[in-house]
């Protein structure tokens, strides 16, 4: 299930003052023909990377007088299906880069994908840890409630690397879609354990713990991004370049992700 997350663009922004905004912050093309001054661009997320865009987008939209950015944010999985099946985004950004890549097989990209991040995986479990957890051997224990993602999904894939790795047969009650719904079990005190990426264990702040564990640094997801349709955007490329600037860098270093 995704999630839209719209902010309204200012109307007093002048056709000529979006245009030359874009034009002076990157040095890039202006507009092409299907993007007008004004322009809406839809941006599709990895479910993990909700509280950095979202931060982004106020960002770039403060740069980009009259332009708004529609984020919707899901499983790297889901949205690539959506993707595939027409649904109208012009850039995606993805957990990994399996899933980019049936974008890209499929034509539906319309610029070269670029790793703008990385991230890992992390034990987590609810503030107090009522559980007792103390590592990954823990998951296969069947007294306590476990949340993991769908191998399907980015994070669920790099769950199977991190569990095959260290020889560990896990015992999960749920196993979820994007990586956001095995941390809200964690925050509501439904699942004792679970694995979920760094990056989401500092957006939830006091409501779970990262539980110390070897082994969990055996997968490290990249992250990359691209245009997306058959026309490729000048917003959108100016909106992937500044994922991939200083400034864009700085908000996912804050966040816990690594650099490229």
Same mark, same amino acid.
């Given at each position: 299930m995704t999630r839209r997350h719209r902010r309204g663009a200012g109307a007093a922004a002048a056709s000529v003052v979006a245009l030359a905004a874009l034009s002076g912050c990157s040095g890039s093309d202006a507009f092409t023909p299907g993007d007008p001054p004004g322009a809406t661009?839809? #941006?599709?997320? !990895? !479910? @993990? %990377?909700?509280? @950095?865009?979202?931060? %982004?987008?106020a960002a770039f939209e403060a740069d980009h007088p009259g332009v708004e950015v529609a984020l919707s944010f899901g /499983? @790297?999985?889901?949205?690539? @299906?959506?993707? %595939?099946? /027409?649904? $109208?985004?012009?850039? *995606? !950004?993805?957990?990994?880069?399996?899933?980019?890549?049936?974008?890209?097989?499929?034509?539906?990209? +319309?610029?070269? $994908?670029? #790793? *703008?991040?990385?991230?890992?995986l992390a034990l987590a479990v609810p503030a107090g840890n009522p559980g007792g957890v103390t590592g990954l051997a823990d998951l296969a224990d069947d007294d306590l409630?476990?949340?993991?993602? !769908?191998?399907?999904? $980015?994070?669920? =894939?790099a769950t199977v690397t991190v569990l095959d790795a260290a020889g560990i047969v896990a015992a999960p009650d749920t196993l979820e879609q994007d990586v956001k719904a095995v941390l809200t079990r964690l925050v509501l005190g439904e699942a004792d354990a679970g694995l979920v990426y760094r990056t989401d264990v500092v957006a939830a702040g006091d409501a779970v713990e990262q539980v110390e =564990?070897? /082994?969990?640094? =055996?997968?490290?997801? +990249?992250? $990359?991004?691209? +245009?997306? /349709?058959?026309t490729e955007s000048a917003v959108a490329r100016e909106f992937i370049a500044f994922v991939r600037s200083d400034t864009g860098q700085g908000v996912l270093a804050d966040a816990g992700f690594g650099a490229p």
């Open positions: 661009i839809t #941006v599709f997320a !990895a !479910a @993990s %990377l909700t509280e @950095s865009f979202e931060q %982004l987008e /499983g @790297s999985a889901t949205l690539a @299906s959506q993707i %595939l099946e /027409g649904a $109208p985004a012009d850039v *995606f !950004a993805a957990a990994d880069e399996a899933t980019m890549r049936r974008v890209v097989d499929a034509d539906a990209t +319309a610029t070269e $994908p670029e #790793v *703008f991040a990385t991230n890992a409630a476990i949340a993991l993602c !769908a191998p399907e999904v $980015p994070c669920g =894939a =564990a070897a /082994g969990t640094d =055996a997968a490290v997801n +990249a992250y $990359p991004i691209a +245009a997306v /349709g058959t």
